[in-house]
Every structure is written in C-alpha cells, then in structure tokens.
T-cell receptor
Framework: DQQVKQNSPSLSVQEGRISILNCDYT??????FLWYKKYPAEGPTFLIS?????DKNEDGRFTVFLNKSAKHLSLHIVPSQPGDSAVYFC????????FGTGTKLQVIP | DSGVTQTPKHLITATGQRVTLRCSPR?????VYWYQQSLDQGLQFLIQ???????AKGNILERFSAQQFPDLHSELNLSSLELGDSALYFC???????????FGQGTRLTVV
C-alpha cells in the first residue's frame, strides 16, 4: 500500500525555468511533509518541510505547496540550476515518515 | 556531512549468511530510522527506534531485526540472506519524532 506516491519517475527542465515536482498521499493522518534530495551514492538530504497547518513554505529557490483537500503537495524550484539534478523524494509523517518512490530531475544547461 | 555514521560502507556476502549493519546517530538525536532502497525502488521504511524503544515498524522481514542501544547507536541484523536482499540500507536520525531526519551515507549490501 503506497501511501505516498510520486507518479512521475523523471522530469527534464531547461536551466532557468521552473521545475515542479508532484506528490500525492492517501493517509489523512499525515501532519507534516518533507522533501529530500538525493545524489547518487549519497544519503538523502533534507530540503524543505511543511506542516499540515500551512499551505506554503518558501526557502530561497524552493517552495513547497500543500493542498490538504486534494492530498497533494508540490515542490517548485525557481530558477532551476544544473546542480539541482538529483532524485527528489517527498515524504509524509505521522509517528513515522513514509517516503515516495522519487522523481529524477534533470536540469539541462 | 550529516553527522550520521554508517558502517560498513560496502558489504558482500553469500546467501544464507547473517550480517550486522551499524548506525551512529547525530549527537543528541534520540530517534533512529532504517530504510532499504533496492534497485530503482524508493526508500522503504523498515523500522524506527526512539530512545531505545521500538517506535514504528514498516515492511521489515522476520529475518531482519534491529535494536537501539543505551548509547543510542543502532544495529540492523539481516539473517538467512537472499539475493533479493541486495540493496542500499540507510540509517537516519532525528532529534524529535516530527522533525526532519538526517541520513547516513548508506551501506551497500550485495548478496551473491
């Protein structure tokens, strides 16, 4: 039972444009959400989070949007840079953290 | 450097064997998580410990077990290994139950 889903396994974006990564969840008990970035041969690194009481959180080029009614969150990266090329995992937490399967982002110079 | 240390980095072993993966959390973090990442798969949650107690359990096989010691380091024991157990095993730690977790570099287990 995949409670956190990232339906796009990959995404290609031109440098300077916006990258939008999407995530859907099914468990309405989740009360906080996170995005992690993972480079090959490294562990995931925390990027940004949002509590269920908010609908938007910004940190520099990264913004996470939460739509609780749709059980959907998204990560916007503006402007995208080649160094952003990585696998992005969304995660949702309630007692434990459940990860999605990841979206591989490629930013083309 | 996340502050989470996992050893060993690589492990090659034969089917049927038993291995122990070790994790030292960030200083002061009480919560330790174990995840498995198989080829082309996402991060599968295995188990979580909080201050020595099992807190949550995911899709952890009965052949696998874990514990968290009084000094807060954790070990994941994998026994009767099968080829399909080959994966990256990540440990993560967090200071509280509802905060971001910091991941180690992972242990790559290859079962031959």
């Amino acid at each position: 039972d995949q409670q956190v889903k990232q339906n796009s396994p990959s995404l290609s974006v031109q440098e300077g444009r916006i990258s939008i990564l999407n995530c859907d969840y099914t468990n309405s008990m989740f009360d906080y959400f996170l995005w992690y970035k993972k480079y090959p041969a490294e562990g995931p690194t925390f990027l940004i989070s949002i509590s269920s009481i908010k609908d938007k959180n910004e940190d520099g080029r990264f913004t996470v949007f939460l739509n609780k009614s749709a059980k959907h969150l998204s990560l916007h990266i503006v402007p995208s840079q080649p160094g952003d090329s990585a696998v992005y995992f969304c995660a949702a937490g309630y007692q434990k953290v459940t990860f999605g399967t990841g979206t591989k982002l490629q930013v083309i110079p | 450097d996340s502050g989470v240390t996992q050893t060993p980095k690589h492990l090659i072993t034969a089917t049927g064997q038993r291995v122990t993966l070790r994790c030292s959390p960030r200083s002061g973090d009480l919560s330790v998580y174990w995840y498995q990442q198989s080829l082309d798969q996402g991060l599968q949650f295995l188990i979580q410990y909080y201050n020595g107690e099992e807190r949550a359990k995911g899709n952890i096989l009965e052949r696998f077990s874990a514990q968290q010691f009084p000094d807060l380091h954790s070990e994941l024991n994998l026994s009767s290994l099968e080829l399909g157990d080959s994966a990256l095993y990540f440990c993560a730690s967090s200071g509280d139950l509802n905060t971001e977790a910091f991941f180690g570099q992972g242990t790559r287990l290859t079962v031959v």
